[in-house]
Nanobody, 121 residues
Framework: QVQLVESGGGLVQPGGSLRLSCAAS????????MGWYRQAPGKQRELVAV???????NYADSVKGRFTISRDNAKNTVYLQMNSLKPEDTAVYYC???????????????WGQGTQVTVSS
């Protein structure tokens, strides 16, 4: 059984920083792309950032220059460093990863349980 466990959310003032972590565990053969999504109240879930197994990254326009996604392949972990946070960044942040389980050669999308990020003074 594969699972993603997120950590690092919380309450921060505007202009502050937070670092989210997401660790994949279980019977894993390979991990392809890993990414972060967010969902604010009353809005659809949206892509924040994604990173491939080779390290290529892509960001939503709204977070470019402020957020940085990275990964540690040895630890099966993806990070999201969030700087210069704004109230509009307030949302539940979800980790996503395309994972092939042990004994398989196809990738399945897995989701974390979500972590709340609140930016408020």
């Amino acid at each position: 059984q594969v699972q993603l466990v997120e950590s690092g959310g919380g309450l921060v003032q505007p202009g502050g920083s937070l670092r989210l972590s997401c660790a994949a565990s279980g019977s894993i053969f390979s991990i392809n792309a890993m990414g972060w999504y967010r969902q604010a109240p009353g809005k659809q879930r949206e892509l924040v950032a994604v990173i491939t197994s080779g390290g290529s990254t892509n960001y939503a326009d709204s977070v470019k220059g402020r957020f940085t996604i990275s990964r540690d392949n040895a630890k099966n972990t993806v990070y999201l460093q969030m700087n210069s946070l704004k109230p509009e960044d307030t949302a539940v942040y979800y980790c996503n990863a395309d994972i092939a389980g042990s004994g398989t050669y196809y990738y399945t999308a897995y989701w974390g349980q979500g972590t709340q990020v609140t930016v408020s003074s």
